[in-house]
């Protein structure tokens, strides 16, 4: 039996400089995970699906090299959900709009 069950494949996704294309994987976790970060990520913490899945898009200012930015985002627990993360969720979740704000 394998440890964690792959789901599928999402559609490429591309950062906004289009510099970086990302090919997402879904898994089905059987066991607990220890995930292991990079310079490129700020934060790292867990959103069960089923929370997003009934999550309104918010509108947030978050801070990046560009300085602020107001931007579509999920909130949960304190810690925002945005960019690249925030696209590739609506993909897996099937969310054809966003806010209208």
Excluded: C
Excluded at 31 to 38: C, E, G, L, R, Y
Excluded at 66 to 74: C, D, F, I, M, R
């Amino acid at each position: 039996m394998r440890e964690h069950e792959l789901l599928g494949q999402l559609p490429l996704v591309y950062a906004r400089t289009r510099r970086v294309q990302v090919a997402p994987f879904v898994f089905q976790l059987k066991t607990s995970v220890i995930v292991k970060s990079n310079e490129e990520v700020a934060e790292k913490f867990w959103v069960p699906l089923s929370i997003l899945d009934v999550s309104e898009v918010n509108r947030t200012e978050v801070k990046d090299d560009e300085g602020n930015l107001n931007v579509e985002a999920y909130i949960y627990g304190g810690n925002t959900v945005w960019g690249l993360t925030f696209r590739i969720i609506n993909i897996l979740l099937d969310r054809k709009e966003t806010s209208t704000l």
